[in-house]
């Protein structure tokens, strides 16, 4: 296992596991991962909540919460930007956030006014000046995003076993 870490996009994360580059990776999303391997083993390690970022100056970004009903006539910034009117379902939004190299760059386009956007809720405070940006929580379904420790099973280091172990009796406890 690399002692650094990377900041690489789940399908690069994806990649690595693949061609044996990871023993082991941390990604947000779904549970058997964009292109799961046949031999891949996942562990849900947590969760996170879901946020809309908007401009300050947007209607919305007043409210306490939002739902997803609320966002759907919202232009919804993605990286891919091809899911057009799909892009207000939260699978969809949050498939097209996955491979954003540069997070800073979608939370600028929103600065910008050029729409909206829905992150992790740990994302706030990752520009230096967040003055022009509200991030709000999102509300009933569709809220969580699940954070998920991905694996070879045919290519562990006993490190990575060790850590793997390590997680599961640590999730059993909480």
Known sequence: MPSHTRRDTNRALEQGLKDRTYDLVFE???SRGMFPLPNESCLRVGSAPLCAVFPTVHTLAKKKSVTWDLLKPERIITYDQSMGDQAARPETVLAGNRNLPDVEMLLVSVA?????????????????????????????????????ARWREDNLSPLCQTLIQSLKNFISEV
């Open 28 to 30: 947000l999303g779904e």
């Open 112 to 148: 910008m006014g050029l729409g909206i956007t829905v992150l992790p809720a740990f994302m706030e405070g990752r520009l230096a000046d967040m003055s022009m940006l509200t991030f709000v929580p999102i509300s009933g379904d569709g809220n969580m995003l699940d954070i998920l």
